[in-house]
């Protein structure tokens, strides 16, 4: 039984340490097979002996879900705010001010620390003798929410610090989620019909409002710590306290120390130039006194230390005119506002359109018709209305009245409970079927040639398609009929509608357009289940047990299958010949343990997104580039130059069918095949 404890200790231990190496340090030192491996062991274990599970376990990132809102919690040590600087000449005034305060002449040194100031979430970590105890969000400075669950599961913050530290601790910094990943983050929200975030901060602050951790779990947020709410008098300066907090296991900022205010004003340019390459937005500089005893004897006024101030950068922004505000409505029928723009650069992008997410964003902002506003790109890429330029408003402007019916079947909106979006109910909505079909034919789903945007508009608007079903039920007669279609399109969009029936289920279940199911869900319901059918008659638990299924995915799955006028239409193309290729295996084995992949080309039998997901199942591990490392490339048609660099490197390219044929072996034979390993 010791011994059990032990082991159990010791998988903890090591477990922690891969995550501190993967998120902190980003330098893995092991593939995310043979930490899973270790995570299983552990995890079994746990299960037989629940007598051992520890506090820190990493079983144990991911909890309940809270049931009644936060709890607040009020911070020991008040939170406070810092005071902001614009231009190089309030810099200068800083220094004068300081200087005079602390009596010292221009020609004392008086250092400075600066770093990044990331426009995120501002959080307090609160650890007992090592352990993350609590964890609360800045809210007013004295009380903020406890968000303790939704903080567990954030990779880059340690459940134990890595030294031994008794007593309590309460270490500041700010959560962000990465600009790298805001993008798709957003483009994935708006296929699954749920409104989109403004930028990267808002996304961080909605991931950890989430009441269900396991959502949070999902979001990739991260953090930086840079503060202790109370210092000892062993810590002399900040850029020590930088050094010491990373030794406990965070992740801190590229803190830059300064002798005068001049290497401060050359640091501001630096990061001002840089901006572009870290992986959070940053709104500023934090200029901080770099000693502590300095800083205490500067003291705080109001709410803001007099010891540290905020020089902000400049934010990509430019006016333009709304020339009208249209509204969309998406596949699953939410209602997205978008504002058309008198075009206008920013930031060297030429922007005409901004989306205004939801009612309650333009009426927050109060944008109409006609107002001048300020846009922005955020997150690099999206633009977004940042507000209305009120001094130039025409007196004829409105307020925007969100449409109480869609703007398109003039069925009456509606609004889940806690919900923004705004969705038109009817799933016969004329868009809505355009949208779905559209999806269901499009390049990553069904891939039906020919059949984008337009011809599917044509196609619904003649009344000839209005379901997914009537998409293989269209004859050549019909198509004919169509204005400029040709004998010859009507044959070819006739032979794609024909050849797309087998494709592999997971592009099938991503093409059904099932809420929260996006092409990585779909590999994994795919890989799971191995047929529609099963799929169709899989109860909660089932879902829930499938690695990377949250409760939201499963409830949407079980919902979409329940639906009478989902099981018509997968009746329908079952009976119309529509038969998805079923993955060749449905189990997980250690095949590929240890094995670094490469995909390249376009494939025939597999999504990107199900050959990695085939790949992880088996424990190998893939990467975008080839290297010396890498062992295999899975090379399709049209492969290029990492083809020609696996040849000269002389690694081992597989063809898609080859791939496929390992993989066919293992099942049969329940064990690694013998050419691989
Ligand atoms: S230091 C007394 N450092 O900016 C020191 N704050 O108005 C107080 N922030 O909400 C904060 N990056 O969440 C500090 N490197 C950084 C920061 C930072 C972002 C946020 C912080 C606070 C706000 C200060």
Redesign the pocket.
């Given at each position: 039984m010791i011994d059990v404890n032990k082991r159990i200790q010791t998988l903890v231990h090591e477990l922690n340490e891969h995550a501190y190496r993967y998120y902190v340090c980003d330098q893995p030192t092991i593939s995310d097979a043979q930490y899973d491996a270790i995570f299983r062991e552990l995890s079994a274990l746990e299960t037989k002996h629940p007598e051992y599970v520890q506090d820190d376990s990493p079983t144990r990132r991911v909890g309940a879900p809270v049931k009644e809102g936060f709890q607040t919690a009020v911070h020991t040590h008040p939170m406070?705010?810092?005071n902001n600087l614009f231009d190089d000449e309030e810099l200068t005034d800083f220094d004068t001010r300081l200087r005079r305060h602390l009596h010292i002449d221009p020609k004392t040194e008086l250092a400075y620390a600066v770093?990044?100031?990331?426009d995120g979430l501002?959080i307090e970590l609160v650890y007992e003798d090592g352990l993350l105890v609590r964890a609360i969000t800045?809210g007013d400075g004295q009380t903020g929410e406890d968000v303790t669950v939704n903080v567990r599961t954030i990779g880059a913050i340690p459940l134990r610090l890595r030294h031994q530290i008794q007593g309590i601790l309460e270490i500041r910094g700010?959560i962000y989620f990465p600009k790298h990943a805001f993008a798709a983050f957003n483009q994935s929200r708006t296929d699954n019909g749920e409104p989109t975030f403004a930028n990267p901060r808002n996304a961080a602050s909605g991931s950890l409002r989430q009441l269900d951790p396991n959502i949070t779990a999902e979001r990739p947020l991260s953090a930086c710590m840079?503060?202790l709410a109370s210092i000892s008098d062993e810590i002399k300066t900040h850029t020590e306290l930088v050094e010491w907090v990373s030794e406990l296991g965070f992740k801190t900022?590229p803190t830059r120390l300064c002798r005068n205010i001049d290497d401060v004003r050359h640091a501001y340019n630096y990061f001002l130039h840089h901006r572009e390459t870290f992986e959070y937005e940053m709104d500023g500089v934090?200029i901080k006194v770099n000693s502590h005893s300095t800083q205490k004897q500067l003291g705080s006024i109001a709410r803001a230390?007099r010891w540290?101030v905020?020089y902000k950068m400049p934010a990509q922004q430019a006016h333009t005119v709304v020339d009208d505000i249209q509204i969309q409505v998406g596949r699953t029928g939410v209602l997205t506002p978008v504002a058309h723009l008198r075009e206008v650069e920013v930031g060297g992008v030429v922007v005409s359109r901004a989306t205004l997410h939801n009612a309650e964003e333009i009426a927050r902002k109060d944008v109409r018709i006609g107002d001048t506003v300020v846009v922005q790109r955020a997150g690099d890429v999206i633009p977004e209305v940042v507000h209305v330029v009120l001094e130039l408003r025409p007196s004829h402007a409105h307020p925007f009245l969100f449409p109480t019916v869609c703007p398109v079947c003039k069925t009456d909106v509606e609004r889940d409970e806690g919900e923004v979006a705004w969705r038109c109910p009817n799933i016969d909505c004329i868009a809505q079927v355009r949208e779905r079909i559209v999806h269901f034919a499009s390049r990553r789903a069904m891939e039906i040639e020919g059949l984008g945007n337009k011809i599917v508009e044509r196609l619904v608007d003649a009344g000839l398609v209005h379901r997914i079903e009537d998409l293989f039920k269209l004859t050549r007669e019909q198509l004919v009929t169509l204005e400029r279609f040709a004998e010859k399109s009507a044959d070819l969009l006739l032979a794609a509608l024909e050849e797309c029936k087998t494709r592999p289920l997971a592009r099938f279940i991503f093409a059904l357009g099932i809420r929260h199911v996006g092409e990585h869900i779909a590999a994994l319901l795919a890989h799971d289940a191995g047929s529609i059918d099963t799929l169709a008659r899989m109860e909660s638990q089932a879902l829930l047990e499938i690695e990377g299924i949250g409760p939201e995915v499963a409830a949407s799955v079980i919902a979409f299958f329940r639906n009478p006028s989902n099981q018509q239409t997968l009746k329908a193309l079952a009976a119309l010949g529509v038969r998805p290729t079923e993955p060749l295996n449905k189990k997980t084995s250690t095949l590929f343990a240890g094995k670094i992949f490469v995909v390249t080309g376009s494939l025939e039998h597999y999504t990107r997104d199900s050959i990695h997901a085939l790949i992880q199942a088996h424990g190998g591990k893939t990467a975008g580039s080839v290297s010396k490392k890498t062992d295999y490339l899975v090379a399709g048609a049209n492969a290029g130059s990492k083809l020609a660099k696996a040849e000269t490197l002389g690694i081992t390219i597989l063809t898609e069918q080859e791939f496929a044929a390992l993989l066919n072996n293992t099942n049969q034979l329940g064990e690694a095949s013998a050419i691989l390993i």
């Open positions: 406070v705010s810092l770093e990044p100031k990331i501002g800045r700010e840079y503060a900022l934090v230390p540290a905020a």
